[in-house]
């Protein structure tokens, strides 16, 4: 399967843990980005990387939240200090930058519980 | 605020009808939307797109209409059939920078046999 791969696929964590998920894009793809879904909404931008430079960060993205991605392949995405309104579904999507339309392909997603 | 908007939480089609899901939006920023379609336990698969200087795109069994002057696109299935039921995302690219998409609450599809 060479599609975007995110790991674990659910992660049940108490209120105060730390938590750390990981995302394998297409191998080609320069391009990664971060969204949020919670329940009944779409997704939401985070954050994006182009190879290992992240770029550009949402406000929603709080200092407890850091993300990199070393030598621009896989991606990981860290929540400190959990707390209960964290709990949503997390997407890694890639694509490959330079062509006139560049579509984004997204992972299954990480599903947080935080109790 | 709610840049991209889909009104309808939920649509009930019967089979081999028309499906037409709507989208909303607020911002001129945008170059291309987009729809995805979603199932349980899935991440967000691709289903078409469309330029902002277009009105129409189609693939298949899928078309998609964008009325800018409205600010108002649509995505229509003909036929529908059982395998569509999923929820359906409209997405708006923003223009330049990281190129992020704004995505509207869903519409949850289901197609009756």
């Known amino acids: 399967d060479t599609g975007v791969s995110q790991d674990p696929r659910h992660k049940i964590t108490k209120r105060g843990q730390n938590v750390t998920f990981r995302c394998d894009p297409i191998?080609?793809?320069?391009?990664l980005y971060w969204y949020r879904q919670t329940l009944g909404q779409g997704p939401e931008f985070l954050t994006y990387?182009?190879?290992?430079?992240?770029?550009?960060k949402s406000r929603l993205l709080s200092d407890r939240f850091s993300a990199e991605r070393p030598k621009g392949s896989f991606s990981t995405l860290e929540i400190q200090r959990t707390e209960q309104g964290d709990s949503a579904m997390y997407l890694c999507?890639?694509?490959?930058?330079?062509?006139?339309?560049?579509?984004?392909?997204f992972g299954p997603g990480t599903r947080l519980t935080v109790l | 605020d709610q840049q991209v908007k889909q009104n309808s939480p939920s649509l009930s089609v019967q089979e081999g009808r028309i499906s037409i899901l709507n989208c909303d939006y607020t911002?001129?920023?945008?170059?291309?939307f987009l729809w995805y379609k979603k199932y349980p336990a899935e991440g967000p698969t691709f289903l078409i797109s469309?330029?902002?200087?277009?009105d129409k795109n189609e693939d298949g069994r899928f078309t998609v209409f964008l009325n800018k002057s409205a600010k108002h696109l649509s995505l229509h299935i003909v036929p529908s059939q059982p395998g569509d039921s999923a929820v359906y995302f409209c997405?708006?690219?923003?223009?330049?920078?990281?190129?992020?998409?704004?995505f509207g609450q869903g519409t949850r599809l289901t197609i009756n046999p």
């Open positions: 990387f182009q190879n290992e430079a992240q770029l550009e």
């Open positions: 997405a708006a690219r923003v223009m330049g920078g990281a190129q992020k998409l704004v």
């Open positions: 469309i330029s902002s200087i277009k």
């Open positions: 999507a890639s694509s490959l930058a330079g062509r006139a339309y560049n579509e984004q392909f």
């Open positions: 911002n001129s920023m945008f170059d291309y």
């Open positions: 191998s080609e793809h320069n391009r």
